[in-house]
């Protein structure tokens, strides 16, 4: 019997090459697996599997992640507010880790010797599912053809037609990857540092040149509802995103350090997550002590970091959102968002457990839990250390 391989396939030209390789090659039965991260239809889904049996895999396998990818890792990116590098919400970098888990249980559930993905060895992403199996499978051997053969995408082209696969390779413009929390753009504007990415680089145009309020309303910590509508939070953040696409928002380019070692470049779009995580963090501002707010944005930086750098099966990350989970007790409250074309505003929040409560006073105008004289003593104390310091370091 031939041995099996699970390939992570996606329709493009470099899992294309994989499947008949690793037949013709390797000879090995492939079986191809998608892990749909929110980022296709199942029109789309249904193509890419048509591609795959005529490509000669044995079986071909969608698996739809949404779900855990919301309750195991985004829910904690809004619980965070995190934005790697204050900007990019971790879009494409966070659902790695669980499309290689997804594949991962297909592998055990075929009971194949071998993985298979279409990195090359310039990205991230081979580090991200690499680790996985590592970790967790090291029984299994990993494949990763493009990466071991460096060919070119003539190359790769040339192979396919010589194994009487005659697709259409136009190569695309702009290297689209899109899932539920955003999606990011890479065109030869951001292989350097200058460059702009024109308009219709975007998935989404701007169509809405107007403006536009709407209330997001939280409960511990989870975005539940838009315009006073209930919803899941998944279907929360697809109904956001089709609601502020048309105003073009959500639009940056990130800047960071790759696992690899090198700078890396991307342009992003991902209107739902921004605006989230910043309603998010002006409920928190609200609701949460000074101290709260102080740890969890260390904490937080680093569970953003550690996501990014593929460590999710670190154990600190568990620590950390046992943390985060505790913190979002009474984030629970109705934030007000304008939109408009390009950008939007966060203008406030009502939550009953608003710390900004006018029982003990208004900032700037009264208080009503101590008086003027009890400032001037409190003033007295807390700058006591540094008369001591000023005093013995009068001629310094």
Known sequence: MKKKVVLAFSGGLDTSFCVPWLINE????????????????????????????????????????????????????????????????????????FQAMAVLDHVKKVGADFVAHGSTGAGNDQVRFDLVFEVL???????????????SRQQEIDYLKEKGFDFSWEKSKYSINQGIWGTSVGGVETLKSSGVLPEEAYPSQVTDWGTERITLGFEKGEPVSLNGEKMPPVTLIHTLHKIASKYGIGRDVHVGDTIIGTKGRVAFEAPAPLIIVKAH?????????????????????????????????????????????????????????????HHFAVLGCSSEYDLMNSKFGEYGETNKSFSGQDVVGFTKVIANPLKIYYTIHDND
């Open 26 to 97: 390797k000879g090995l039965e492939v079986h191809t697996v998608i892990v749909n991260t929110g980022g296709f239809s199942d029109e789309e889904a249904k193509s890419i599997e048509e591609r795959a049996l005529k490509l000669g895999a044995t079986t071909h396998t969608c698996i739809n992640a949404v779900e855990d990818y919301y309750e195991k890792g985004i829910r904690y990116l809004i619980y965070g507010n995190i934005l790697k590098n204050n900007t990019y919400p971790l879009s494409v970098s966070s659902e790695r880790f």
């Open 137 to 151: 499978a090291p029984e299994v051997q990993i494949l990763a053809p493009i990466r071991e053969l460096s060919l």
């Open 281 to 341: 963090h002006l409920l928190e501002k609200h609701v949460l002590t000074k101290q709260q707010l102080y740890w969890k944005d260390q904490l937080s930086n680093w569970y953003g970091q550690l996501m990014h750098e593929a460590q999710y099966l670190e154990p600190v990350m568990r620590n950390i959102e046992t943390f985060l989970d505790d913190t979002q007790q009474f984030v629970t409250g109705d934030v007000e968002i304008e939109l408009r074309p």
